[in-house]
């Protein structure tokens, strides 16, 4: 078992041991994610073809949930360090997801994210880089 499995079993049972308090989603900045400022973004899958998509990012905590984003979870900080950060979000009735950041530089990241969401297994790996400032108005 690599050392990805251990830290999701590890968290796993933390979590349903009830030792962990979850936070909610509106916590504060991850240490790792407070020198990424908001702004316009291009995400692309890892090491697919197809062009990057940008996407304004008012709040950069969106990249910890580019799926179930709109529903209310709770979450679990599994990792924070200046260049890395990995929580765990739980999301009653809709699914979960863990998502580990790993912060290059503050324009550019590398996203990696699980979980199951409306009963589905997925797996999501990104390259992110700051582009610019959103457009006015835009969010």
């Known amino acids: 078992m690599g050392i990805r499995s251990l830290r999701w079993v590890a968290a796993a049972l933390v979590l349903a041991s009830g030792a962990a308090t979850a936070q909610p989603a ?7 994610m407070r020198a990424v400022a908001p702004g316009n973004w ?14 304004c990012f008012a709040d950069t905590a969106a990249f910890l949930r580019l799926r179930l984003r ?3 979870c709770s979450r679990f900080v ?25 912060v290059d530089t503050p324009r550019s990241l590398r996203i990696e994210s699980e ?17 610019g400032n959103c457009a006015r108005g835009q969010r």
Do not use: K, N, W
């Open 115 to 131: 979980g199951i969401a409306d009963g589905m297994p997925f797996a999501d790996a990104y390259e992110a880089r700051r582009i």
């Open 70 to 72: 709109a529903a209310q």
């Open 78 to 102: 599994i990792d924070d360090t200046p260049r890395l950060s990995t929580v765990h979000y739980t999301c009653p009735g809709i699914g979960h997801v863990r998502t580990t950041i790993h």
């Open 42 to 55: 291009s995400l692309r899958a890892s090491g697919s073809p197809e062009a990057a998509r940008a996407s």
């Open 26 to 32: 509106a916590a504060p900045t991850l240490t790792a």
